[in-house]
């Protein structure tokens, strides 16, 4: 008998077989079934999520319509807005035609950017070098007549922002009223100077009161106007067309643009800023420097109100409004020196053509001539009519032989000195509101003075074979240049002395002839007042704007071609 218990292995039975292949069978047509359930739902998924992109891809293009539909009609609107009050302006204009002049009630001359804007109530007018006042515009000498709330600085306020200076800006801000009427007496001092309170004849001559005052822009012949994106001209159709104008760089910053200047070569351009001046390439537009004091903190404003490249182009002598002047080296970026000694603002600075002497003007009620590679003060020009209180000087220019210094002040005079001496030679009057800028003509004997008035004047020196002497009563305003519809803020001259430009608060630049005292051409390019104009002494015919826009910008003008 065997100890194992021993089965027999035979194999399964059929019916086992079948058992379990119905099973797998059973078990394979589940999984079918569900992944059938799977594939159906993600089919339905993928169609709900292609019917939602074609729905969102819909609206996006119907909404990029409306947008494009939209930016048409605001378009449509505009051009059709600024249409119409250019219509309304010159209807107002016919209207009043032959009324008597009032006050400007608009801000340019119709056109692009010209609104209507409320003429300022006049406030009362502290004395003008009140050391206490401790808060005031960058604009304003301290002291001079502000307004209750002044407004921010934007295109919608048109303020104009600056320093005065000879091609340069102004001290007010255009929503400060004119200066109230000073006093009609005068001090005769000590020095035996003659006034220039008028012409040889007594009758000086007057340009055209108003060449574009009954001109509608859009009405003007296509040879008497030019026209870029932002920007238009319109020559005097009264006188022939010598001239064409266009603009080749814009400069945008980030404040006001107080003063633009030129380097004696035209190759570069400085604009003086808040905290900062800027240097340019007038043939590249690149910007080749930015002259900032780190020292000065950047806490507060501090507006640079001046600037004036010395002759080789070496250095910038740049005017502020902690009464510090600050001679740059321009390739080192770096303070070379910094002249001090006025009390007040610096609000113009003009370098002598020989490199020799810098003169400066203040709020101080002094224009200081410098030594200014040794850092020495060699004349206090100081204004002393005891009976005056708004006597800061607002502007300064030397002569091109570098012998006198002009300057002009809110007292409304125009004084000149001799730069060798420092005495008083000139004392030119006529305007009737302060005089915001002077410039000397090429030949030396001519003075151009811009006022808040809303004229220019140009002055006839008293001169000598031997130079100036006993024959200063020739001194007289032999033009006046009238057409600006607000202050004049800024003048200078071409460098071949066959025009002036004038900037102001009006926001237009003009051309003027200073033989016939009529306009060339007035250009709108500036969406606020244009504070300071400059042109170059350079080769090539260009001109420089900067403005309460925050832009400078660099035009050209040239003779018309046949």
Same mark, same amino acid.
């Given at each position: 008998?065997?100890?194992?218990?021993?089965?027999?292995?035979?194999?399964?039975?059929?019916?086992?077989?079948?058992?379990?292949?119905?099973?797998?069978?059973?078990?394979?047509?589940?999984?079918?079934?569900?992944?059938?359930?799977?594939?159906?739902?993600?089919?339905?998924?993928?169609?709900?999520?292609?019917?939602?992109?074609?729905?969102?891809?819909?609206?996006?293009?119907?909404?990029?319509?409306?947008?494009?539909?939209?930016?048409?009609?605001?378009?449509?609107?505009?051009?059709?807005?600024?249409?119409?009050?250019?219509?309304?302006?010159?209807?107002?204009?016919?209207?009043?035609?032959?009324?008597?002049?009032?006050?400007?009630?608009?801000?340019?001359?119709?056109?692009?950017?010209?609104?209507?804007?409320?003429?300022?109530?006049?406030?009362?007018?502290?004395? #003008?070098?009140?050391?206490?006042?401790?808060?005031?515009?960058?604009?304003?000498?301290?002291?001079?007549?502000?307004?209750?709330?002044?407004?921010?600085?934007?295109?919608?306020?048109?303020?104009?922002?600056?320093?005065?200076?000879?091609?340069?800006?102004?001290?007010?801000?255009?929503?400060?009223?004119?200066?109230?009427?000073?006093?009609?007496?005068?001090?005769?001092?000590?020095?035996?100077?003659?006034?220039?309170?008028?012409?040889?004849?007594?009758?000086?001559?007057?340009?055209?009161?108003?060449?574009?005052?009954?001109?509608?822009?859009?009405?003007?012949?296509?040879?008497?106007?030019?026209?870029?994106?932002?920007?238009?001209?319109?020559?005097?159709?009264?006188?022939?067309?010598?001239?064409?104008?266009?603009?080749?760089?814009?400069?945008?910053?980030?404040?006001?643009?107080?003063?633009?200047?030129?380097?004696?070569?035209?190759?570069?351009?400085?604009?003086?800023?808040?905290?900062?001046?800027?240097?340019?390439?007038?043939?590249?537009?690149?910007?080749?420097?930015?002259?900032?004091?780190?020292?000065?903190?950047?806490?507060?404003? #501090?507006?640079?109100?001046?600037?004036?490249?010395?002759?080789?182009?070496?250095? #910038?002598?740049?005017?502020?409004?902690?009464?510090?002047?600050?001679?740059?080296?321009?390739?080192?970026?770096?303070?070379?020196?910094?002249?001090?000694?006025?009390?007040?603002?610096?609000?113009?600075?003009?370098?002598?053509?020989?490199?020799?002497?810098?003169?400066?003007?203040?709020?101080?009620?002094?224009?200081?001539?410098?030594?200014?590679?040794?850092?020495?003060?060699?004349?206090?020009?100081?204004?002393?009519?005891?009976?005056?209180?708004?006597?800061?000087?607002?502007?300064?220019?030397?002569?091109?032989?570098?012998?006198?210094?002009?300057?002009?002040?809110?007292?409304?005079?125009?004084?000149?000195?001799?730069?060798?001496?420092?005495?008083?030679?000139?004392?030119?009057?006529?305007?009737?509101?302060?005089?915001?800028?002077?410039?000397?003509?090429?030949?030396?004997?001519? #003075?151009?003075?811009?006022?808040?008035?809303?004229?220019?004047?140009?002055?006839?020196?008293?001169?000598?074979?031997?130079?100036?002497?006993?024959?200063?009563?020739?001194?007289?305003?032999?033009?006046?240049?009238?057409?600006?519809?607000?202050?004049?803020?800024?003048?200078?001259?071409?460098?071949?002395?066959?025009?002036?430009?004038?900037?102001?608060?009006?926001?237009?630049?003009?051309?003027?002839?200073?033989?016939?005292?009529?306009?060339?051409?007035?250009?709108?390019?500036?969406?606020n007042s244009v504070i300071s104009v400059a042109t170059s002494p350079g080769h090539?015919?260009?001109?420089?704007?900067?403005?309460?826009?925050?832009?400078?910008?660099?035009?050209?003008?040239?003779?018309?071609?046949p």
């Amino acid at each position: 008998m065997s100890v194992y218990n021993h089965r027999s292995m035979g194999p399964p039975s059929s019916s086992r077989l079948i058992e379990l292949l119905d099973a797998v069978k059973s078990e394979y047509d589940q999984l079918s079934e569900d992944v059938m359930v799977c594939k159906n739902q993600r089919d339905e998924y993928e169609h709900k999520m292609n019917s939602q992109i074609q729905e969102m891809n819909l609206f996006q293009q119907n909404l990029m319509d409306l947008e494009r539909t939209q930016q048409m009609i605001k378009k449509q609107y505009e051009e059709e807005i600024a249409r119409l009050r250019q219509q309304l302006e010159q209807v107002q204009l016919a209207q009043h035609g032959n009324a008597p002049p009032q006050p400007p009630v608009s801000s340019g001359y119709g056109g692009p950017g010209g609104y209507p804007q409320p003429q300022p109530q006049p406030q009362p007018q502290p004395p #003008l070098m009140d050391p206490k006042t401790s808060v005031h515009h960058p604009a304003y000498p301290v002291g001079a007549p502000t307004s209750a709330h002044p407004p921010p600085v934007s295109a919608s306020s048109h303020p104009s922002v600056g320093a005065p200076y000879m091609n340069g800006s102004s001290p007010l801000p255009s929503n400060a009223p004119p200066p109230t009427q000073l006093p009609s007496g005068r001090g005769s001092g000590t020095n035996p100077v003659k006034s220039g309170a008028g012409p040889l004849s007594n009758n000086p001559s007057t340009g055209s009161s108003d060449a574009f005052g009954d001109i509608n822009p859009e009405n003007v012949p296509a040879n008497m106007k030019v026209e870029g994106q932002d920007w238009f001209a319109l020559f005097n159709p009264k006188t022939t067309r010598y001239l064409k104008v266009d603009l080749l760089h814009t400069f945008d910053h980030g404040s006001v643009v107080c003063c633009v200047k030129f380097s004696a070569d035209g190759r570069f351009l400085a604009a003086g800023c808040n905290q900062a001046t800027y240097i340019y390439d007038t043939i590249s537009a690149s910007r080749v420097a930015v002259l900032q004091d780190e020292n000065a903190g950047r806490d507060g404003d #501090l507006y640079i109100r001046s600037v004036s490249f010395s002759p080789d182009g070496t250095f #910038l002598a740049t005017g502020a409004e902690d009464k510090q002047i600050r001679i740059w080296d321009i390739a080192k970026k770096r303070i070379r020196g910094i002249l001090s000694g006025h009390e007040q603002d610096i609000y113009s600075l003009e370098f002598s053509r020989d490199g020799r002497i810098l003169v400066s003007g203040s709020g101080d009620r002094t224009a200081r001539i410098w030594d200014w590679q040794s850092l020495r003060s060699l004349h206090e020009l100081r204004i002393n009519d005891g009976d005056q209180q708004d006597l800061g000087v607002t502007s300064v220019a030397i002569s091109p032989d570098s012998r006198l210094v002009a300057a002009g002040s809110l007292d409304k005079v125009v004084r000149v000195w001799d730069a060798v001496t420092g005495q008083l030679l000139e004392r030119l009057e006529g305007h009737k509101d302060s005089v915001y800028s002077v410039a000397f003509m090429p030949d030396g004997k001519t #003075l151009v003075s811009g006022s808040l008035d809303k004229t220019l004047r140009m002055w006839q020196l008293g001169t000598t074979e031997r130079g100036y002497g006993g024959e200063r009563g020739k001194s007289a305003c032999i033009q006046v240049f009238t057409g600006h519809k607000d202050f004049v803020l800024s003048v200078a001259t071409t460098p071949d002395g066959n025009w002036i430009v004038s900037g102001s608060k009006d926001r237009g630049v003009q051309f003027w002839d200073p033989r016939t005292g009529q306009t060339q051409f007035m250009l709108q390019g500036h969406k606020n007042s244009v504070i300071s104009v400059a042109t170059s002494p350079g080769h090539r015919p260009l001109f420089a704007t900067g403005s309460g826009d925050n832009r400078a910008r660099i035009w050209s003008y040239e003779p018309l071609g046949p």
